[in-house]
Protein backbone atom coordinates (compact mmCIF):
# COMPACT_ATOMS: atom_id res chain seq x y z
CA UNK A 1 0.00 0.00 0.00
CA UNK A 2 0.96 3.55 -0.92
CA UNK A 3 2.73 5.52 2.55
CA UNK A 4 4.22 8.41 2.65
CA UNK A 5 6.25 9.18 5.84
CA UNK A 6 7.05 12.66 7.07
CA UNK A 7 10.77 13.53 9.34
CA UNK A 8 10.04 14.88 12.68
CA UNK A 9 9.75 18.05 14.37
CA UNK A 10 12.09 20.77 13.79
CA UNK A 11 13.24 24.07 16.15
CA UNK A 12 14.57 26.79 14.28
CA UNK A 13 15.78 30.21 14.93
CA UNK A 14 15.03 33.35 12.66
CA UNK A 15 17.06 33.44 9.74
CA UNK A 16 18.22 29.44 9.75
CA UNK A 17 17.16 27.21 7.15
CA UNK A 18 15.25 24.02 7.71
CA UNK A 19 14.95 20.69 5.42
CA UNK A 20 11.56 18.58 6.03
CA UNK A 21 11.96 14.91 3.94
CA UNK A 22 9.08 13.03 2.75
CA UNK A 23 9.65 8.84 2.30
CA UNK A 24 7.63 7.51 -0.08
CA UNK A 25 6.69 3.53 -0.25
CA UNK A 26 4.58 1.30 -2.29
CA UNK A 27 4.65 2.67 -5.52
CA UNK A 28 7.10 4.02 -8.34
CA UNK A 29 8.65 6.93 -6.38
CA UNK A 30 9.69 8.29 -10.17
CA UNK A 31 5.97 8.30 -11.94
CA UNK A 32 4.45 10.87 -9.58
CA UNK A 33 4.70 14.38 -8.43
CA UNK A 34 5.22 15.32 -4.79
CA UNK A 35 3.46 19.07 -3.77
CA UNK A 36 4.02 20.62 -0.51
CA UNK A 37 1.57 22.04 1.47
CA UNK A 38 1.62 23.73 4.96
CA UNK A 39 -0.56 25.21 7.42
CA UNK A 40 0.24 27.86 10.14
CA UNK A 41 -1.54 27.48 13.52
CA UNK A 42 -4.93 28.05 13.72
CA UNK A 43 -4.87 28.75 9.95
CA UNK A 44 -5.88 26.93 6.63
CA UNK A 45 -3.76 25.20 4.00
CA UNK A 46 -1.21 27.07 1.72
CA UNK A 47 0.48 25.35 -1.17
CA UNK A 48 3.87 25.39 -1.23
CA UNK A 49 4.79 24.25 -4.51
CA UNK A 50 5.38 20.39 -6.34
CA UNK A 51 8.35 18.52 -7.67
CA UNK A 52 8.41 16.23 -10.97
CA UNK A 53 10.62 13.02 -9.21
CA UNK A 54 11.25 12.18 -12.93
CA UNK A 55 13.03 15.23 -14.17
CA UNK A 56 13.42 17.29 -11.16
CA UNK A 57 11.68 20.03 -12.28
CA UNK A 58 9.43 22.04 -9.88
CA UNK A 59 7.12 24.83 -9.27
CA UNK A 60 6.97 27.53 -6.90
CA UNK A 61 4.46 30.09 -5.93
CA UNK A 62 6.25 33.91 -6.31
CA UNK A 63 6.09 34.04 -2.69
CA UNK A 64 8.44 31.14 -1.70
CA UNK A 65 10.47 31.75 -4.45
CA UNK A 66 14.22 32.13 -3.79
CA UNK A 67 13.56 30.97 -0.48
CA UNK A 68 12.36 27.17 -1.10
CA UNK A 69 13.93 24.22 -2.55
CA UNK A 70 12.89 20.92 -3.53
CA UNK A 71 14.71 18.14 -4.26
CA UNK A 72 14.38 14.56 -4.14
CA UNK A 73 16.48 11.55 -4.13
CA UNK A 74 15.50 8.77 -6.28
CA UNK A 75 17.47 5.90 -5.19
CA UNK A 76 15.88 6.25 -1.30
CA UNK A 77 11.99 7.12 -2.54
CA UNK A 78 12.55 10.44 -0.48
CA UNK A 79 11.77 13.82 -1.25
CA UNK A 80 13.03 16.96 0.30
CA UNK A 81 11.65 20.64 0.86
CA UNK A 82 14.22 23.47 2.58
CA UNK A 83 13.08 26.52 3.13
CA UNK A 84 15.82 29.36 4.18
CA UNK A 85 15.51 32.66 5.93
CA UNK A 86 13.03 31.32 8.05
CA UNK A 87 11.03 34.04 10.41
CA UNK A 88 7.88 33.27 12.87
CA UNK A 89 5.49 33.45 9.90
CA UNK A 90 7.33 30.36 8.89
CA UNK A 91 6.06 28.58 11.85
CA UNK A 92 3.85 25.73 10.56
CA UNK A 93 2.90 22.00 9.90
CA UNK A 94 4.58 21.08 6.71
CA UNK A 95 2.97 18.71 4.75
CA UNK A 96 3.40 16.31 1.45
CA UNK A 97 1.61 14.97 -0.83
CA UNK A 98 1.69 12.63 -3.40
CA UNK A 99 -0.29 13.51 -6.87
CA UNK A 100 -2.78 11.29 -7.76
CA UNK A 101 -2.35 10.84 -11.39
CA UNK A 102 1.10 9.70 -13.08
CA UNK A 103 3.59 12.14 -15.16
CA UNK A 104 0.74 14.69 -13.96
CA UNK A 105 0.80 17.31 -10.91
CA UNK A 106 -3.21 17.82 -11.01
CA UNK A 107 -4.93 17.22 -7.21
CA UNK A 108 -3.37 15.01 -4.73
CA UNK A 109 -3.74 11.72 -3.05
CA UNK A 110 -1.63 9.99 -0.67
CA UNK A 111 -0.78 12.96 2.24
CA UNK A 112 2.53 12.26 4.99
CA UNK A 113 1.86 13.02 8.69
CA UNK A 114 3.34 16.63 8.57
CA UNK A 115 6.01 18.31 9.89
CA UNK A 116 5.58 20.95 12.83
CA UNK A 117 8.65 23.93 12.48
CA UNK A 118 8.81 26.21 15.06
CA UNK A 119 10.63 28.83 14.30
CA UNK A 120 11.73 31.20 17.66
CA UNK A 121 14.59 32.87 18.85
CA UNK B 1 -3.84 34.01 -8.89
CA UNK B 2 -6.97 31.89 -8.95
CA UNK B 3 -9.38 32.96 -5.55
CA UNK B 4 -11.23 30.52 -4.14
CA UNK B 5 -13.78 31.86 -2.27
CA UNK B 6 -15.62 29.57 0.34
CA UNK B 7 -18.55 30.10 2.39
CA UNK B 8 -19.59 29.75 5.24
CA UNK B 9 -16.59 29.83 7.21
CA UNK B 10 -18.12 27.89 10.12
CA UNK B 11 -21.46 25.99 10.40
CA UNK B 12 -23.26 24.37 13.43
CA UNK B 13 -26.11 21.69 12.35
CA UNK B 14 -28.08 18.84 13.80
CA UNK B 15 -27.43 15.16 13.10
CA UNK B 16 -29.15 14.34 10.45
CA UNK B 17 -29.46 17.65 8.62
CA UNK B 18 -28.59 18.16 4.97
CA UNK B 19 -25.42 20.26 4.67
CA UNK B 20 -24.12 22.44 1.91
CA UNK B 21 -20.85 23.91 1.50
CA UNK B 22 -19.92 26.22 -1.33
CA UNK B 23 -16.47 26.92 -3.43
CA UNK B 24 -16.62 30.11 -6.16
CA UNK B 25 -13.33 30.05 -8.25
CA UNK B 26 -12.16 33.23 -9.96
CA UNK B 27 -12.11 31.79 -12.72
CA UNK B 28 -12.62 28.94 -14.57
CA UNK B 29 -11.63 25.82 -13.43
CA UNK B 30 -13.23 23.32 -15.19
CA UNK B 31 -13.36 20.35 -12.84
CA UNK B 32 -9.99 20.42 -11.62
CA UNK B 33 -11.31 20.88 -7.22
CA UNK B 34 -10.59 18.72 -4.64
CA UNK B 35 -12.05 18.81 -1.53
CA UNK B 36 -10.72 17.73 1.59
CA UNK B 37 -11.59 17.12 5.14
CA UNK B 38 -9.39 17.74 8.14
CA UNK B 39 -10.39 16.53 11.68
CA UNK B 40 -8.66 18.11 14.73
CA UNK B 41 -4.76 17.85 14.68
CA UNK B 42 -4.53 15.56 11.79
CA UNK B 43 -3.31 15.76 8.16
CA UNK B 44 -5.89 16.23 5.35
CA UNK B 45 -7.82 13.88 3.63
CA UNK B 46 -8.74 14.15 -0.10
CA UNK B 47 -12.80 13.72 0.29
CA UNK B 48 -13.70 14.39 -3.94
CA UNK B 49 -11.64 14.50 -6.32
CA UNK B 50 -12.46 16.39 -9.79
CA UNK B 51 -15.08 18.19 -8.63
CA UNK B 52 -17.34 15.19 -7.84
CA UNK B 53 -15.61 12.07 -7.55
CA UNK B 54 -15.72 10.49 -3.86
CA UNK B 55 -12.40 9.26 -2.52
CA UNK B 56 -12.41 5.37 -1.49
CA UNK B 57 -13.66 5.00 2.05
CA UNK B 58 -15.88 7.65 2.45
CA UNK B 59 -19.48 6.78 2.89
CA UNK B 60 -21.68 8.32 0.01
CA UNK B 61 -23.67 10.60 2.18
CA UNK B 62 -20.73 12.96 0.47
CA UNK B 63 -20.96 14.11 -2.66
CA UNK B 64 -19.39 17.09 -4.90
CA UNK B 65 -20.55 18.66 -7.49
CA UNK B 66 -19.87 21.88 -10.04
CA UNK B 67 -18.03 23.12 -12.98
CA UNK B 68 -16.30 26.25 -13.90
CA UNK B 69 -16.46 28.49 -11.42
CA UNK B 70 -19.15 27.11 -8.78
CA UNK B 71 -18.99 24.08 -6.76
CA UNK B 72 -20.92 22.69 -4.30
CA UNK B 73 -19.68 20.19 -1.30
CA UNK B 74 -23.19 18.07 0.14
CA UNK B 75 -23.29 15.74 3.08
CA UNK B 76 -26.68 14.63 3.19
CA UNK B 77 -26.92 13.86 6.81
CA UNK B 78 -24.51 15.24 8.99
CA UNK B 79 -23.15 13.20 11.65
CA UNK B 80 -21.10 13.11 14.74
CA UNK B 81 -18.38 11.59 12.93
CA UNK B 82 -18.00 14.13 10.57
CA UNK B 83 -17.31 17.10 12.72
CA UNK B 84 -13.97 18.38 10.93
CA UNK B 85 -13.00 21.39 8.77
CA UNK B 86 -13.69 21.54 4.99
CA UNK B 87 -11.22 23.06 2.06
CA UNK B 88 -11.46 23.46 -1.44
CA UNK B 89 -8.30 23.24 -3.62
CA UNK B 90 -8.25 24.50 -7.35
CA UNK B 91 -5.91 22.67 -9.45
CA UNK B 92 -6.34 24.09 -12.98
CA UNK B 93 -3.67 27.15 -12.66
CA UNK B 94 -0.58 27.66 -10.81
CA UNK B 95 -0.38 28.38 -8.14
CA UNK B 96 -2.39 25.86 -6.82
CA UNK B 97 -4.95 27.65 -4.50
CA UNK B 98 -6.68 26.67 -1.48
CA UNK B 99 -10.83 28.16 0.06
CA UNK B 100 -10.26 29.29 3.75
CA UNK B 101 -11.80 27.12 4.95
CA UNK B 102 -15.18 25.53 6.73
CA UNK B 103 -15.40 23.96 9.78
CA UNK B 104 -19.04 21.70 10.55
CA UNK B 105 -20.12 21.73 14.65
CA UNK B 106 -22.75 19.77 15.73
CA UNK B 107 -25.42 22.10 17.60
Known amino acids: QVQVVQSGAEVKKPGASVKVSCKAS????????IHWVRQAPGQGLEWVGW????????DYPQKFQGRVTMTTDTSISTAYMELSRLTSDDTAVYYC??????????????WGQGTLVTVSS | DIQMTQSPSSLSASVGDRVTITCQAS??????LNWYQQEPGKAPKVLIY???NLETGFPPRFSGSGSGTDFTLTISSLQPEDIATYYC?????????FGGGTKVEIK
Open chain 1, 97 to 110: ARARYSSSSVGTEY
Open chain 1, 26 to 33: GYTFNDYY
Open chain 1, 51 to 58: INPNSGGT
Open chain 2, 27 to 32: QDIDNH
Open chain 2, 50 to 52: DAS
Open chain 2, 89 to 97: QQYNNLPFT
